[in-house]
């Protein structure tokens, strides 16, 4: 099992920056490929950016390419998303997953999952 726990979450105006964080216990993070999705209200469950066992390699939804950057750091168990330059369409649930093996592969690989952190966007 693996526990993932997200944080750094609020409110923020149009333009500004978060930074999220999801912390990871149990099995050994760094066995697992790390993927942050969200969910906007009535829509379905979105694919954002994930990032290889060792950081080595990253995926971006075109939507946040550019804007958005993936990171971690296995030594304290944390994988990170830091997002600029937001907009009220960024506003969203954001989780936290774990895949395991090194690679991201899609969503349904994903084993294990947060609770959620809100992101709001206002203008």
């Known amino acids: 099992q693996v526990q993932l726990v997200e944080s750094g979450g609020g409110l923020v105006q149009a333009g500004g920056s978060l930074r999220l964080s999801c912390a990871a216990s149990g099995r050994p993070f760094s066995n697992y490929a790390m993927g942050w999705f969200r969910q906007a209200p009535g829509k379905e469950r979105e694919f954002v950016a994930a990032?290889?066992?060792?950081?080595?390699?990253?995926y971006y939804a075109d939507s946040v390419k550019g804007r958005f950057t993936i990171s971690r750091d296995n030594a304290k168990n944390t994988v990170y998303l830091q997002m600029n330059s937001l907009n009220p369409e960024d506003t969203a649930v954001y989780y936290c997953?774990?895949?395991?093996?090194?690679?991201?592969?899609?969503?349904?690989?994903?084993?294990?999952w947060g609770k959620g952190t809100l992101v709001t966007v206002s203008l």
């Open positions: 997953a774990a895949a395991p093996g090194a690679f991201y592969t899609d969503m349904l690989g994903m084993r294990y």
């Open positions: 990032i290889s066992w060792s950081g080595g390699s990253t």
